[in-house]
């Protein structure tokens, strides 16, 4: 199978285009033929030489979708011919974070970097998704980022008609604005430094879109009619921890969403004085997985909207790296 290969950060192209031997599945796995796959944030920063690479010679790609074209002799849940999507781990089943519903966490299980730059891709059957019928292979492969937000509302306990901002209209920050608003928050602004989203994020479930910059706070003050309760931080930038506690309210929250990889100050006496809560969720249990499958397309928003750009497998390594730098892309799914 043709795949694109991790050959190490300070490169002219990360990811180079190889063939690699098909894998086979293994007693309790599937063999999926990777129809899309998204371009992830995390993907470039973890190839960027930042410390946090992925190893050299993996394959990347970790919102995918496709079929099933094999299935290990233990397999019972699916079947060859079944469209899924899959999540990065498939715990144990029997450790602490298998039953707090996190099996990133788990200790013990298969983990799989992502396999979805590949032409096929081997995961465990517990870490398939089975698509409904309603939804294409591009809804498919949409189903991991969004799951990310769903969990970051859900993670906050928000009540009903609660104030919230939303720094950043990435993909996360968008897959935050969906949900915050479809699981019973009041108004919603949306923050960033370019306005290129502003459409998105208002169609996506967002009231108000500021520019950040010196007038931010009090123009999201305006536009929710006091401090937020709730900032989900959805960028991962140096300084946005700390933008984050100016902005929210007294005994509000900050859903640290952006998985910063570096240190990243903040005065604690400013959070205190609010008496602010700060949480850092990390993906999602395989029911909120699952649920996003089942009811994303409820409603009038189409989430694939977020998609802007649609490249082929020989092209990703150079699509790749113009990503690094500014652009007006969303979300770019790799076509196979």
């Known amino acids: 199978m043709k795949a694109a290969v991790f050959k190490g950060p300070n490169r002219a192209q990360a990811l180079q285009i190889e063939t690699l031997q098909d894998p086979v599945p293994g007693p309790s796995d599937l063999l999926v033929k990777v ?27 970790h919102e995918f979708a496709g079929e099933v074209v094999a299935v290990g002799r233990d397999v019972e849940r ?35 970097l992502g396999g979805g730059f590949g032409e096929y891709v081997r995961i465990h059957d517990r870490a398939a998704t089975r698509l409904p019928a309603t939804l294409s292979l ?8 969004l799951a990310i ?18 720094i950043g209209a990435g993909s996360v920050g968008l897959a935050t604005i969906f ?70 309210a007294v005994f509000g929250q900050v859903v640290s ?27 999602y249990s395989p029911e909120e997985f699952e649920r996003v499958a089942d009811i994303m397309l409820a409603g009038k928003v189409d989430p694939k909207m977020m998609i802007t750009s649609e490249v082929s497998l020989d092209d990703l390594p150079a699509t790749f790296e113009q990503l690094r730098s ?11």
């Open 35 to 61: 129809g899309r796959c998204g371009i992830c944030g995390t993907d470039l920063h973890m190839t960027s030489g930042h410390g946090w690479d992925f190893p050299v010679g993996s394959v990347l790609g």
């Open 78 to 112: 699916h079947r060859v011919g079944d469209r899924v999507s899959g999540m990065a781990k498939a715990g144990c089943g029997a450790c602490e974070a298998c039953f707090r519903g996190l099996p990133l966490f788990c200790p013990n299980g298969a983990m799989t």
């Open 326 to 336: 500014s652009n007006d892309q969303t979300k770019v799914h790799v076509v196979m």
């Open 149 to 166: 937000g769903m969990h970051g509302v859900a993670m906050a306990n928000m009540r009903l008609g609660a104030r919230v901002l939303v």
């Open 179 to 248: 949900w915050a608003r479809r699981l019973g928050a009041g108004r919603i602004v949306a923050a960033s430094r370019s306005v290129a989203r502003s459409p998105m994020a208002l169609a996506m479930g967002a009231d108000v879109f500021v520019q950040t910059g010196p007038d931010e706070v009090g123009e999201v003050i305006e536009a929710l009619g006091n401090s937020p309760e709730i900032v989900f931080e959805c960028v991962g930038a140096l300084g946005l921890l700390e933008q984050s506690i100016n902005h929210v």
């Open 257 to 283: 969403l952006g998985f910063c990889t570096s240190p990243d100050a903040v005065v604690p006496a400013t959070a205190a004085f609010k008496q602010v809560r700060i949480s850092f969720p990390l993906t």
């Open 138 to 145: 591009a809804d498919g492969a949409l189903v991991e980022p």
